[in-house]
């Protein structure tokens, strides 16, 4: 066995990688590769002595001593047609292109010959696929329901999907995007259903894209969207593969990454981002109230403290005697304005809540505990902020954590702040103002050119049915109208059957 | 020249409900009560829903004409006066368009300055306002439409706090009804104009629905609930103000918010007038887009350029305007255009553009 120990893996310095590929053909029969994990082995003790060679850390160890070896070490006649068809393995190919060889190299073949001065042999695909296990979903929790979630192979995770839809119309366009990380990227869509003019965009913007590293979902997302500027996600990510499954039946197109946890789906609608997936396992009364119990709290969450910051600083008049009573009492120790005071209190939470993210959970916990109670506690008494405020903001707080999508409550606690600016420059009408340009910008937004605020505007009152409420399975008889699917109705609805008599 | 418009920059014909209803309500609401009981007193409501009806005429007279042309005023203008009396015409209709778009961006800023900041600077929220304005229309006309939408929805929250005052209304105050002459009836009806103008904005935007013969239904249920939903409002203020008394209040509509209490609420005239930037914004927004699309189609230049300037030139008004004199004036002003245009050049219009019709098809 020969291995040399020189430099570092060419996965690492892809730009000397480079330069390599230009090298001649000729001083390939050479081993032509001198790199630390690069292997190249003879076995002369068979009956019929080869060559193997293969890069080790991409391949698994345990496929080519069960599944490679013992077969080439009974082979009958030393030719490469024979070693083809002997391999227990799916994907082999004999090739002499040296670009080809060094292709398959790189993604884990095992490259057998029978002399080392001759570039013609047998790949065969020995690629080590190792991903940690399929865990419940961290993000997109959910108390009922299934509780697997993607993870960083896009094998597992196409299996995870393809498993859920077992039909032949489920289509797979596979392609590589990225100069140096050669991401896998998977296009799926269900042939029939989705829209060819929303497959034929993704496909399109997909290919165009020209960058040197795709490592996660979110790169392809940020690169492919209507709209880079906006704090408003376009697309939705999800880590449920039934939420895959169930998109993609409604027409849905979906994008997934190897490497990532997390599908993209597109096209899709603000209301999307408000709704769980939860929210199909429990019945309908049920879901349409905590959809509007979460819709409510988003506007809650935005709208709070710039009123609370208008209605001090400016309206007091707004407020009945009574309560001015209970405000004034909490406010008389407060030596800032509103403004100062709200800002203080939402960079806080903003600080605890970015410090909980990054520290390991057991650590993340108790600075939330600290921060909370403590620091809460202790600001109210030094008399830095006021108490109702404090409580206005914690709730705003827990309220943006109510968004079941972690972009979408990102964007919300982000919008927060122009709000509060205006509220402190023109008080209730500075509020106004600010909404006034979300709702310009939210209108102008489009998800793979399908308008963002779609049922609302334009109003489909089809949709409506799951949106802001979720109205019974057997009224949801009809793809949503957004995706422009090509097979619109799923099933007859009920109420077009003959109604059954009484006692009959 | 044709106006064309691609089919993806098209709306669904029942937007027009929504475009005709929001271009008619809007800051006049605060005050129109005053107006139009000027010459007829309590029975005023009646000439409300006479214009509402003299309204529904013209919108079928307009959709007479551009049914059949299927284009929008400027070619209307065209292909009846020729290019050039045709093209002045349009930039007089334009022109109005301008004014009265300029006019309700002041008197809403006259709004806020009286009732809520007294030291408030025009230019700033006046500039803040029309980028806003900016942002929109530059988006194009489904974004307008959308505007429109949102701003019929968004204030229809506020329709329950007009029966708040039903509690001190006085019915009585609305006997006997018809005391007053035709005439006193007309006069109110012209005082009604400025009010209820901004649906003629509709012989701009024809061209941009999808099956633009479709609208017409929908526009004239539009007119019906701006009609409807006036109508009420000057029920209620005629029921809850003494006819003497309604002639000191510049706002009555604002004035009526103030008796209601809400346990975490009182003056609930300045939520109102908050909501109000969300409602007067469309008008603004189809105000200066049928502006500049007019200008554009005239002038040949595009029509961000000619929405710059349009935006522009009423920042500078607004910011020269500065005494509610002015203002008066100038709404006064708008009014009387509003009249012409209305209840003079439509019908007008629509009678040489039959007989030049009937006399092509002869020829």
């Known amino acids: 066995m020969i291995i040399r120990r020189e430099g570092v893996t060419g996965i690492r310095r892809p730009r000397k990688n480079k330069q390599e590929t230009a090298e001649p053909p000729s001083t390939w029969a050479e081993p032509f590769w001198e790199r630390g994990d690069f292997t190249h082995t003879h076995h002369a003790n068979a009956t019929h002595p080869y060559w193997i060679t293969h890069i080790t850390s991409l391949v698994d160890t345990e496929v080519l001593h069960r599944d490679i070896l013992p077969y080439l070490n009974k082979l009958s006649f030393p030719t490469l047609q024979e070693v083809e068809s002997v391999l227990p393995i799916e994907e082999k190919e004999i090739t002499d292109d040296p670009e080809k060889i060094k292709d398959l190299l790189l993604r884990g073949y095992v490259w057998i010959r029978f002399s080392d001065r001759v570039l013609e042999g047998v790949l065969a695909r020995a690629e080590l696929d190792k991903s940690r296990a399929v865990s419940i979903p961290q993000e997109e929790f959910s108390v009922v329901g299934p509780k697997e979630s993607f993870v960083e192979s896009l094998t597992t995770n196409l299996n995870m999907v393809r498993k859920r839809l077992p039909i032949k119309e489920l289509q797979l366009q596979e392609l590589t995007v990225g100069t140096y990380s050669k991401t896998k990227v998977a296009v799926l869509y269900i042939d029939g259903v989705a829209n060819e003019e929303n497959v034929n965009t993704v496909l399109q913007r997909i290919k165009a894209i020209k960058f040197y590293q795709i490592l996660d979902s979110s790169y392809i997302s940020q690169l492919i969207t209507d709209n880079s500027n906006s704090i408003f996600p376009q697309m939705l990510d999800t880590e449920r593969p039934e939420r895959v499954a169930a998109v993609l039946a409604e027409g849905s197109i979906v994008i997934m990454v190897d490497g990532s946890p997390h599908a993209l789906i597109a096209p899709t609608t603000l209301v999307e981002f408000f709704s769980a997936f939860e929210d199909y396992f429990i019945n309908w009364q049920m879901a349409s109230f905590f959809r509007i119990v979460r819709l409510f709290s988003v506007l809650f969450s935005i709208l709070i403290t710039p009123i609370y910051v208008a209605v001090v600083t400016y309206h007091y008049a707004l407020i009945p005697t009574d309560l001015m009573v209970t405000l004034v009492t909490s406010r008389s120790i407060v030596p800032f304005p509103p403004i100062l005071e709200a800002m203080i209190l939402e960079l806080t939470i903003e600080l605890l809540r970015e410090a909980g993210a990054r520290l390991p959970t057991k650590v993340g916990q108790t600075i939330g505990i600290v921060g909370g109670i403590v620091i809460g506690t202790a600001s109210v008494q030094a008399g830095l902020t006021s108490n109702v405020l404090l409580i206005f903001v914690a709730l705003a707080a827990l309220a943006s954590f109510t968004t079941p999508v972690y972009r979408m409550g990102n964007a919300i606690r982000l919008l927060r702040f122009p709000f509060l600016l205006f509220a402190q420059l023109w008080g209730l009408i500075g509020v106004a103002i600010a909404f006034i340009f979300v709702m310009g910008h939210l209108l102008r937004l489009t998800s793979l050119g399908r308008p963002y605020l779609e049922p609302i505007y334009p109003l489909r009152l089809k949709d409506l049915r799951d949106s802001f409420i979720r109205l019974p399975f057997n009224t949801q008889s009809h793809c949503p109208a957004y995706l422009q699917t090509q097979d619109k109705q799923r099933f007859t609805p009920p109420w077009r059957q003959k109604p059954r008599d009484i006692d009959e | ?363």
Not at chain 2, 204 to 213: A, G, H, S
Not at chain 2, 214 to 233: P, R
Request: glycine share 4%; with cysteine; hydrophobic share 50%.
């Open chain 2, 1 to 363: 020249m044709q106006a064309h418009v691609n089919r993806q920059y098209r709306v669904s014909p029942y937007l027009a409900f929504f475009l005709i209803y929001k271009t008619q309500f809007g800051v006049g609401v605060l005050g129109f009560q005053r107006y139009i009981s000027k010459a007829s007193g309590h029975d005023a409501w009646i000439a409300v829903i006479l214009s509402g009806l003299i309204i529904h005429l013209l919108l079928w007279m307009m959709y007479q004409i551009l049914n059949k042309e299927q284009n929008d005023l400027i070619s209307i203008h065209q292909t009846v006066f020729g290019k050039w009396i045709g093209n002045l015409l349009s930039f007089l209709f334009i022109l109005q368009v301008f004014i009265s778009g300029t006019t309700v961006l002041r008197t809403f800023i006259e709004v806020i300055q009286v009732w809520v900041f007294p030291l408030f600077k025009t230019w700033p929220f006046a500039l803040v306002f029309l980028t806003s304005a900016y942002y929109i229309v530059s988006n194009g006309f489904r974004t307008v439409a959308g505007v429109c939408y949102f701003g019929s929805i968004i204030p229809l929250i506020l329709i329950p706090t007009f029966l708040a005052p039903l509690e001190f209304a006085n019915f009585r105050n609305l006997l006997p009804v018809m005391d007053h002459s035709i005439t006193d009836l007309i006069k109110s009806v012209e005082e009604m104009t400025f009010t209820i103008l901004g649906f003629e904005l509709l012989l701009l935007y024809y061209p941009y629905f999808i099956e633009p013969e479709k609208s017409q239904k929908w526009t004239h249920y539009g007119n019906l609930f701006t009609t409807l939903i006036y109508a009420g409002v000057a029920i209620v203020t005629f029921a809850y103000y003494g006819e003497d008394h309604l002639q000191v209040e510049i706002w009555p509509t604002l004035t009526m918010w103030k008796v209601i209490k809400l346990p975490v609420l009182e003056r609930i005239e300045y939520v109102a007038i908050s909501a109000w930037t969300i409602i007067i914004l469309p008008n603004i927004c189809t105000a200066f887009w049928a502006a500049s699309r007019g200008v554009k189609r005239i002038f040949q230049i595009t029509q961000r350029s000619a929405l710059l300037i349009l935006l522009a030139g009423s920042f500078i008004i607004t910011c020269l305007l500065n005494n509610r004199m002015q203002i008066d004036h100038l709404n006064s002003f708008v009014s009387m255009i509003g009249i012409y245009l209305l209840y003079a050049y439509i019908p007008i219009l629509f009678i040489i553009y039959h007989i030049r019709h009937k006399m092509r098809k002869r020829s």
